[in-house]
């Protein structure tokens, strides 16, 4: 999670409601102690967040990162439930993921040989022991040249890296689809994930997203997105967009994506994002400084 510090001073943390919830079921996944009062937890942090709102620099996609963490205690070497924990937040604050000027967009290698999830594992749930598997696979893509691993699971496309997958498809000129793969337990449910599809789907009938004509419709889907499917669309010149989103880089434009020997390639933009994943950087970010009003999203850290 980030706080972020908005033109008029204040200091505002981003869906945090869903955050502690995700938090609460990731722990219970691994049998940690719980239930720990959310409301609580999100107190602390707001205080934490206020202390500390020095360090966040009052500057365009600046921020104070948060790692809410908690961690078995109990003293045994047995391979069994912890009975104590110890949960902690620390702090740091954190630049924009690109350099300025170097907005790119990245490459993805679509690998088949591993998996991240798999039905019934935890690949849902925000969990440590998910992502030390990745690292050697991450490393082998970058030996190849790319950024970041798209991961398959049954040839079925489920993540890009640590961030939720997007694809724009062309029905036709006034009408595109935003899909994104559903949460079947191999996705981890990202609170950007969910705010991109929840503004795609407000658009043009509650709000008109950044840049985006009013005549254009944005048909968002959580959906089962095969990578046959995706090179078919780009077959047919119907891919318009890819994207990935979490916290880390809000919305990120996909470039090229390698996949049996051959790269997909994407429409460069200036911006280093298509129409799509601009419009919702655009507006997720002024959400997060508090430019923009948006149901309760954006939270003030005020101490009670
Ligand atoms: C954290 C994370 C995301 C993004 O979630 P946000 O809540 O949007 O930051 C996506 N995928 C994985 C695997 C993650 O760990």
């Given at each position: 999670m980030k706080a972020y510090v908005g033109p008029d001073g204040e200091v505002r943390l981003f869906r945090p409601d869903l955050n502690m919830a995700r938090m609460r079921r990731s722990a219970d996944r691994v049998a940690l102690p719980v239930p720990f009062d959310t409301d609580a937890l999100l107190t602390l942090i707001q205080r934490l967040v206020e202390l500390e709102?020095?360090?966040?620099?009052?500057?365009?996609?600046y921020s104070l990162y948060l790692r809410p963490t908690i961690i078995g205690t109990r003293p045994?070497?047995?391979?069994t439930a912890s009975d104590h924990a110890l949960l902690y937040v620390i702090c740091s604050p954190a630049g924009p993921y690109?350099?300025?000027?170097?907005?790119r967009q990245i490459s993805l290698l679509a690998n088949g040989d591993v998996v991240r999830s798999w039905p019934?594992?935890?690949?849902g749930y925000k969990l440590a022991l998910n992502y030390a598997p990745t690292l050697k696979p991450q490393q082998l893509a970058e030996l190849q040249g790319y950024n970041q691993v798209l991961w398959l699971l049954d040839g079925k496309i489920t993540e890009a890296g640590a961030m939720n997958f997007f694809a724009v498809i062309q029905q036709d000129e006034n009408n595109w689809d935003i899909i994104t793969p559903p949460l079947?337990?191999?996705i981890l449910p990202g609170v950007t994930r969910d705010s991109c599809i929840a503004l795609s789907a407000a658009h043009p009938s509650r709000t008109i997203l950044p840049?985006?004509?009013?005549?254009l419709r944005l048909h968002a889907h959580e959906r089962t997105l095969a990578m046959s499917d995706l090179k078919q669309w780009y077959e047919e010149g119907r891919l318009l967009e890819a994207f990935t989103v979490g916290t880390a880089v809000v919305v990120t434009g996909v470039g090229r994506i390698g996949y049996e020997g051959k790269d997909i390639v994407l429409p460069e933009h200036a911006s280093g994002r298509g129409p799509v994943a601009r419009a919702l950087y655009e507006r997720i970010v002024t959400i997060q400084e508090g430019k923009f009003e948006w149901e309760d999203w954006s939270v003030v850290c005020k101490s009670a």
């Open positions: 709102s020095r360090w966040i620099p009052n500057i365009q996609g045994n070497l047995g391979v690109f350099r300025a000027g170097s907005a019934g594992g935890t690949g079947d337990g191999t840049h985006l004509p009013e005549t």
